[in-house]
């Protein structure tokens, strides 16, 4: 064992043998002892903004990086191989059987998520990186039952996301404190196949989730640099497309591409946590409550404002404007239904590809067809950086315009709250992504629910009916709705669902909502691996 690291789970296997080598807890443990404490400073900068934004002082674009976005001589590299044309992208965890089927969908690329979609059990997390580094050498066909499953003479590229940085790996501590779940994501994945990757004509390429100001984007930055040259790969070989799922880094998107000039692919409108950011960053802010969840459309105005600020900042410095999630999945039995949903995902797209967006996200394999054919109807080319949008003009109040119309309903607050239930029995029963009322959700979608509960019960928001929203209506809810998360969690533990309904009626009652949800969930997770008790909370 390598000194200083030590593994905290009770899940040792093949998986934990085949993926924590020497090697690579050496190289993990030089990834936290380099940049640990950035990370933890960064961590608290994030607390100090939202005390500034409490107080009352608005976001806006940052005064001290403003020659940066006024400079039009800069722009970042050229897309790597394989990532010219990424018309539809799939994602999802990164159990074997799905592996398998993303890459053979016909996608140009799968996003494999160790991040919302996956619920970070460690026997998961290890396991997702074997079944990546099978899948990168070909070596992943199985059997399962009287089913096959043979990976294709063409699969798609395979692009990563980590976990974000808010996040501990509590199972792995060095130096006595929990590893970062960011770095021990990449890691492991970098350094067994950074090489081999790039040997089979591609290379390591990341999604990264949740920043909020542009120097997590340097960190990132640092963190590429380090790792290219601790395996000896030449610079400027990793490629990374940052999703812009938080409010504060839609006022920094020049900055986190310029951060990532040398790795960047481009900038992702990661719309279901944009919508949760919105509501986190704003709660002491009474005009930003929102309606039912359905009336927050890509239409709205500080969703309009932001996607096509992220268009024209893209092209601007030529990489690619990524569309966002179509959560939609085929309806069987009923044919009516199946095509008003499959409708919603052809306006989706199409609203994506006029826009300007370079490709677009899917959660299903029977999707992908509809999402091609709008893209390759629109986009002639393998991409739209031409399309320089040069008529937009996004000013900060733009991104922070509360116009939202629609009405809380009670079906909208019972929806969430099943929702919000659901999900994270789920979650804690080890799955991650799990199909909702013909949608596949994963954790953002938890996150919109959760917090709209807590705003809607903390401003005394009421029904259309004029019922108001309190906490005991909100309890009383959570009890009704018990059947129908059974229903849509078969299987669940009666531990789990005790946990997730007292979880979600404290939610309601806090001044401030919790930071995230997967992070207080995540000591019951790390209970069950085996952690011991001190590790199991977050050091932050």
């Not at 409550?289 to 092209?315: N, S, W």
């Not at 992070?519 to 909370?537: E, I, R, Y």
Request: proline share 5%.
């Amino acid at each position: 064992m390598v000194q200083g690291v030590q593994i905290h789970s009770t899940a040792a296997d093949k998986a934990q043998a085949a993926v924590l080598t020497e090697d690579a807890l050496a190289f993990l443990a030089a990834l936290h002892r380099t940049f640990e404490s950035t990370r933890h400073s960064l961590l608290v900068a994030r607390e100090s903004a939202q005390q500034r934004l409490d107080s009352g002082v608005p976001l806006d674009f940052p005064v001290e990086t403003a020659a940066i976005r006024a400079d039009p001589s800069w722009h970042c590299v050229p897309p790597s191989p394989g990532l010219e044309d990424r018309r539809v992208e799939i994602t999802g965890p990164t159990d074997r059987k799905m592996v398998v089927n993303a890459l053979n969908s016909g996608a140009k690329t799968f996003m494999a998520d160790f991040e919302d979609a996956s619920s970070p059990t460690f026997k998961a997390m290890l396991e997702g990186q074997v079944n990546l580094y099978d899948a990168i050498r070909r070596q992943i066909d199985f059997e399962l039952g009287p089913k096959s499953y043979k990976l294709s003479q063409n699969p798609a590229v395979l692009i990563v996301r980590p976990r974000g940085w808010h996040l501990d790996e509590p199972r792995v501590t060095v130096d006595n404190t929990p590893m970062s779940g960011s770095l021990f994501d990449f890691g492991l994945y970098f350094f067994h196949n950074a090489h081999e990757l790039v040997k089979r004509g591609s290379g390591p390429y990341f999604y990264l989730p949740k920043m909020e100001h542009y120097l997590e984007a340097r960190l990132w930055n640092d963190v590429f640099v380090f790792s290219q040259s601790y395996i000896k790969m030449p610079h400027n070989t990793v490629r990374a497309t940052v999703l812009i799922e938080t409010l504060p880094a839609a006022f920094q998107m020049e900055e986190i591409l310029f951060e990532l000039r040398n790795h960047s692919s481009g900038l992702n409108c990661g719309r279901w946590d944009y919508i949760f950011s919105f509501i986190k960053k704003r709660r002491a802010d009474r005009s930003a409550v929102l309606p039912d969840r359905k009336d927050v459309t890509m239409e709205v105005g500080f969703m309009d404002a932001y996607v096509r600020l992220l268009i024209q900042t893209c092209h601007k410095r030529k990489v690619a404007a990524m569309g966002g999630m179509s959560a939609q999945i085929p309806i069987k039995g009923d044919e009516k239904a199946n095509e008003v949903a499959m409708n919603k995902v052809r306006a989706d797209k199409l609203r994506e590809v006029t826009n300007g967006h370079d490709g677009t996200w899917i959660a299903h394999p029977l999707i992908h067809g509809i999402a091609r054919e709008i893209f390759d109807k629109y986009m002639i080319g393998p991409n739209q950086y031409h399309v320089r949008r040069e008529d937009v003009r996004v000013v900060a109040a733009d991104l922070l315009n509360t116009k939202v119309p629609g009405k809380i309903t009670a079906a909208g607050v019972r929806g969430n709250v099943e929702t919000a239930l659901a999900y994270s029995v789920a979650w804690l029963g080890g799955n991650g992504c799990i199909p909702l009322n013909w949608l596949m959700e994963d954790a953002a979608t938890a996150e919109i629910t959760r917090v709209q509960l807590w705003q809607w019960v903390h401003y005394g928001s009421r029904l259309d009916t004029g019922e108001p929203i309190t906490v005991e209506y909100v309890d009383r809810l959570v009890e009704e709705v018990e059947p129908e998360v059974r229903k849509a969690v078969p299987g669940l533990t009666e531990e789990n669902l005790k946990i997730v309904k007292e979880y979600i009626k404290g939610q309601i009652r806090r001044q401030w909502p919790s930071e995230f949800l997967t992070s207080d969930l995540m000591p019951h997770l790390a209970a069950a691996d085996g952690v011991p008790a001190k590790w199991q909370k977050s050091s932050l």
